[in-house]
């Protein structure tokens, strides 16, 4: 048995968890909504924290399954080598065509706020500069926690 949140419980099935979805606590009134965000906020902190400390100690035991992996409570929890990236910081040739690409979007930038004015932007040679594509933020919640 595993003790989760204080309850003890036979597998981790979260759905199967005799705790009322905080959705329907939300909605029904019984939480604070600006309470249950901070709550998931912490939730989601800890859950990041707690899986950075136990995915070495998780790849290790997975070396004791074969390559398909282990069955556990419905889920298939099998090892997988994430992607490389490629590095061209060192080259020039590459450093110096991204920064020129970062002056002509500064360039287009311009002049999507010079047509909110209503105004033309030209370049050196007179031609017109298209005015870059926004798409305007939606509303989210920052949550900053106030020093004690």
Do not use: C
């Not at 048995?1 to 099935?13: A, F, P, T, Y």
């Amino acid at each position: 048995m595993v003790n989760l949140l204080g309850l003890k419980i036979k597998n981790m099935d979260i759905s199967k968890l005799p705790l009322k979805d905080i959705y329907d606590l939300v909605k029904e009134g019984e939480i604070d909504p600006l309470k249950a965000v901070i709550v998931l906020k912490e939730i989601e902190k800890k859950a990041k924290e707690y899986k950075s400390k136990i995915t070495d100690i998780a790849l290790e035991e997975l070396d004791n399954y074969p390559k398909i992996g282990a069955i556990i409570d419905g889920y298939n929890v099998k090892t997988k080598k994430s992607p490389g990236r490629w590095d061209f910081k060192h080259i020039p040739e590459i450093y110096e065509l991204e920064e020129k690409i970062k002056e002509v979007k500064e360039k287009h930038k311009g002049a999507y706020h010079q047509m909110l004015q209503n105004l033309t932007t030209l370049g050196d040679g007179g031609e017109v500069i298209i005015p870059a594509n926004f798409k305007q933020g939606k509303d989210i919640i920052i949550i900053t926690k106030e020093n004690d």
